[in-house]
């Protein structure tokens, strides 16, 4: 059972799914606005183009007929995906799903005006003059988001009135594609965050993997850990709110939930209809399939028997610090490797900028999470960033 996979999109994320896809036979066209992108280094081949523009988007569909597609990136003209799956091509999760979940606006209206999810107040903003009156109508302290970015970009909170113009600048300057509109939500008092990878299935129950802890800042993860002790009520709830949105979405696939846990329970925050990159973590062998080979096997109708957790581990990225046109080299590895239970994942980025993600480290034991999360974060600073 050979597919032929379009690949959408060929970051980090893309490239471990290329590798689980190949592991089952599949063939691979990655595709990315930039050539050498990570996925494109180990697909079967590879197509540069804007796929923000529906007639390239159409083009690479005609030249190459896939069997399914798979979007890993938000900026895509995924209205284009509707007519897709009516050619008979299998759009992953589905093509709602895509459309939705690429744009804040549809997946918050959906969980919150649809679906009953509890979600944290919200307005949306087209001008300057909205925005504000938005953060004013919301309180603050609260929370500013482009309708789509990737990545944390543009995400910032609002403390203080003084404030307001930064943000409303920030977030059109962080937004992806051509939706020039932001979200502005209450602040949530949490306790924590958690990613709940969720697995749908065509001809089997819905999956959870155990819940991921993580920290952002400047609203990209820096660590993630897994699994996250919570209280089993709150987790139990994050799951029946996954199952009900992810339902509603329809289609086969991993998805990254994202939860604010609070004293009085989770909040629904946003969704991926993909691999997360929180879930890095996964790749440290915390679990009996990572969630690359989750989506994987979930999109070629494979079967899941069960996901079993196997023990703690953490990731830790390693960022850029500066801008460069040509790759970067990288020393310290073998200070981190000697250290049982780690491992490095090195992205293969070819040009690097402030706070870019080019690598994470992972480490896994019998320790506390804490410690383990400590532990990851200890090695990723041995690792450094060689610019040329």
Known sequence: ????????????????????????????????????????????????????????????????????IV??????????FYEYEKMGIQVIPSAKAANFTMNRKAIRDLAAKDLGVKTANYLY???????????????????????????????????????????????????????????????????YEITLLTVTQNNGETLFCAPIGHRQERGDYQESWQPMPMNSEHLKEAQEMAAKVTKALGGSGLWGVEFFITKEGAYFSELSPRPHDTGMVTLAGTQNFSEFELH??????????????????????????????NAPTFSGLEDVLKVEGSDVRIFGKPTTRPYRRMAVVLYSGDQEVEQITDKAKELARKITINYR
Not at 4 to 11: E, N, R
Not at 24 to 53: H, R
Not at 311 to 324: R, W, Y
């Open 296 to 325: 994987a096997r979930a999109i070629l109708g494979l079967p899941i028997p069960s996901i079993t957790a196997l023990k703690n581990g953490a990731s830790a990225v390693v960022l850029a610090n500066k801008e460069s046109e």
């Open 125 to 191: 903003a087209k001008t300057g003059e909205e925005f504000e009156k938005a953060v004013l109508d919301i309180g603050i302290p609260c929370v500013v988001k482009p309708l789509m970015s990737s990545s944390g970009k543009g995400q910032s909170v609002i403390r203080s009135k003084e404030e307001i113009s930064k943000a409303w600048t920030y977030a059109i300057e962080g937004s992806r594609g051509d939706l020039k509109e932001v979200i502005v939500e209450e602040f949530i008092p949490f306790d």
């Open 1 to 68: 059972m050979q597919k032929k996979i379009l690949l959408l999109g060929s970051g980090e994320l893309g490239k471990e799914l290329v590798i689980a896809l190949q592991r089952l036979g599949q063939t691979v066209i990655a595709v990315d606005s930039y050539e050498n992108a990570p996925a494109m280094q180990v697909a079967d081949s590879f197509e540069v183009i804007n796929m923000l523009d529906a007639v390239s988007l159409d083009a690479i569909v005609a030249k190459h007929q896939p069997d399914l």
């Open 71 to 80: 979007p890993e990136i938000e900026a895509i003209r995924t209205e284009r």
